[in-house]
């Protein structure tokens, strides 16, 4: 099987990284995250212009018809920057749930999601409810032909900045609506993840939408919604890999240039196998990545729910061994705030948690 990428991927990847290099420091993330900014209007601007928004958008909405792996490679340069922009929760998510569902009222909020002029987050877990993202106590009913809404949902990656919400609700079973942020009875409880990335709770309240507010047909969107939350699992596993190899040189350039007895610490039998370990731990998470974003579109649902959630419980498990291991190699400076290595370490535990955990996914693993 070849796993070489196309000219265009590879390209792709390098107008990423520059960008990033010139534009987006540690400096830069650590001034954003004290004034608790999880979004950057000039950043986001710029990655627009690169295309990267609307890769994964059919050709009809104005992107490229990109498919999993050009995503899992845009997130893998996200993560290794440790940027907090919306993209997986705006273009990953609720993109293809407009494209799948949304019909063409919606190609223009396709388009405008692609030029990076509107931002979209979707709700589907709830409090008390885990990672079951099937798990609906919000209600939808009708009234004067229209719905309204009533429900909490927590934990909406990038809903602290966006102005329309994609939320699950019953309506005689699984179904999706388009509810703006600020609709009368939508209350947006914002706040920053752990790394420094943007969520909120949404709280609505009697909120009255028009017909036009459902996507889809009442009560049959479940396959979406599972199909959504695979493709948000599979980038951010792509997204710890990322952080995961920034992780690697750092620690591995630490072991060469500090020193002990006169000596590399690197040179010491047990530190170098231990880094051996991490990067054996390394390459078999790559791995089920790469097959995780050629699986996110399999049309074989169990195929595809098989790999996400093998690749997300890997790389969940891999990255708490990094976190831990990096760190103790690193001695007392891995535990500083002025020290990339602790953001990175944030960065791969909230990966780990949204879509699913690791238990979650053993889980459903198992029971495939």
């Known amino acids: ?56 958008l059919p050709e009809a909405a104005g992107g490229f018809d990109g498919n999993h792996t050009d995503i899992a490679l845009i997130s893998t340069e ?46 589907f877990y709830e409090p008390g409810e885990r990672h079951n993202p099937l798990a609906l106590n919000t209600k939808a009913e009708q009234s004067d032909g229209g719905w309204v809404l009533n429900g909490h949902k927590a934990v909406v990656l990038g809903a ?14 699984p179904s999706l609506f388009v509810v703006p942020a600020e609709a009368d009875g939508v209350t947006v409880r914002k706040y920053q993840l752990l790394d420094g990335r943007g969520a909120a709770d949404i709280v ?18 479940e396959e979406v919604i599972l199909e959504a939350v695979d493709r948000g ?20 350039d630490y072991l060469r240039t500090r020193t002990q007895f006169g000596r590399p610490i690197g040179s010491f039998q047990v530190l170098a196998h231990r880094m051996v370990d991490l990067l054996i731990e390394y390459e078999q998470a790559k791995s089920m ?4 974003s050629v699986e996110a579109t399999n049309e074989d649902v169990n195929a595809r729910k098989k790999a996400i959630s093998a690749a997300k419980a890997k790389v ?20 500083t705030d002025e020290y990339a290595l602790g953001a990175y370490v944030k960065r791969l535990l909230v990966n780990e948690m949204l879509f699913g955990d690791t238990d979650y996914h053993l889980d459903r693993y198992s029971s495939l």
Do not use: C
């Not at 699992?233 to 591995?252: F, P, Q, R, Y």
């Not at 969940?316 to 535990?335: E, N, P, W, Y």
């Open 316 to 335: 969940g498990a891999v990255s708490r061994t990094f976190g831990k291991d990096s760190i103790q190699m690193h001695g007392g400076i891995g535990m």
């Open 204 to 221: 609505l309240n009697n909120v009255a939408l028009g017909p036009d507010a459902l996507l889809g047909d009442a009560g049959a969107a």
């Open 78 to 123: 996200l993560g290794r920057r440790l940027v907090p922009e919306p993209y997986v929760s705006n273009v990953v998510v609720a993109a293809y749930i407009l494209g799948a569902v949304g019909g063409d009222a919606h190609g223009e909020n396709l388009a405008a999601i692609g030029t990076g002029e509107k931002r979209f987050a979707t709700g």
């Open 1 to 56: 099987m070849n796993f070489d990428y196309t000219e265009e991927q590879k390209m792709l990847v390098q107008s990423l990284e520059r960008t990033l290099a010139k534009s987006y420091d540690f400096e830069t993330y650590r001034a954003q995250l004290a004034e608790k900014a999880s979004h950057d209007p000039a950043l986001w601007a710029s990655l627009a212009e690169l295309g990267i928004m609307a890769m994964p």
């Open 289 to 292: 990545s790469m097959e995780a």
């Open 233 to 252: 699992a599979a980038a951010l596993v792509a997204d710890s890999v990322g952080a995961i190899e920034e992780v690697i040189e750092m620690t591995k």
């Open 160 to 173: 602290d900045t966006a102005g329309d919400f994609i939320v699950s609700a019953d309506a005689g079973g």
